[in-house]
């Protein structure tokens, strides 16, 4: 079956540091993934969405990229912030219907 | 503009019962999608709805079922409640056929 899968530690670092995180996919080749900030007790905001013929996407201090050949996507924050602590989730269309499959998600916690 | 709203924020149902929920879409958006949220599974997909139809379905027995009216708001029931039913559901709308959802706050079910 389609599943989208993300490292599910929790992911530690300095303010100022790049924060990378990864979302790998399997059984599919999906058209576009999108990302999605989380905080405790609250809906996903959406923060991208990158297309399968492309590379990459910026917005801000965000970066995400698609490789189709790994069947992965990375999510980069530059000059992190403590404000940028959350849950960033991975998602994507199941083929073929109106679903969205979300990965489990990768807790980020930058320490001031 | 006014986002997708939840109401109600938190709810407190016993074994057995039955509840429901409801969703107000941002003004425009006729695509409405629930998805159960549980620090196991992550965002689990429960149905979508547009212009008043069910267009998927997700993995949940017939206990969870929803309808979207003529103003595209939404709500979903659950019927005989289960402790297992405790979650977080997100309620998420969306205008072009890529998704970036716009998520509500959710609404918190605790069943005792």
């Known amino acids: 079956s389609q599943k989208i899968e993300q490292n599910s530690e929790a992911l530690n670092i300095q303010e100022g540091k790049t924060a990378t995180l990864t979302c790998n996919y399997t059984?599919?080749?999906?058209?576009?993934l999108q990302w999605y900030r989380q905080d405790p007790g609250r809906g996903p905001v959406f923060l991208l969405l990158i297309r399968e013929n492309e590379k990459e996407k910026r917005k801000e201090r965000l970066k995400v990229t698609f490789d189709t050949t790994l069947k992965q996507s990375l999510f980069h924050i530059t000059a992190s912030q403590p404000a940028d602590s959350a849950t960033y989730l991975c998602a994507t269309k199941a083929s073929g219907t109106y679903k969205y499959i979300f990965g489990t998600g990768t807790r980020l916690k930058v320490l001031a | 503009k006014a986002g997708v709203t939840q109401t109600p924020r938190y709810l407190i149902k016993t074994r057995g019962q039955q509840v429901t929920l409801s969703c107000s879409p941002i003004?425009?958006?006729?695509?409405v999608s629930w998805y159960q949220q549980t620090p196991g599974q992550g965002l689990q997909f429960l149905f979508e709805y547009f212009s008043e139809t069910q267009r998927n379905k997700g993995n949940f027995p017939g206990r969870f079922s929803g309808r979207q009216f003529s103003n595209s708001r939404s709500e979903m029931n659950v019927s005989t409640l289960e402790l297992g039913d405790s979650a977080l559901y997100l309620c998420?709308?969306?205008?072009?056929?890529?998704?970036?959802?716009?998520f509500g706050s959710g609404t918190r079910l605790t069943v005792v």
């Open positions: 059984n599919y080749s999906p058209a576009y």
């Open positions: 998420a709308s969306s205008l072009a056929e890529t998704g970036d959802y716009t």
């Open positions: 003004s425009g958006h006729r695509s």
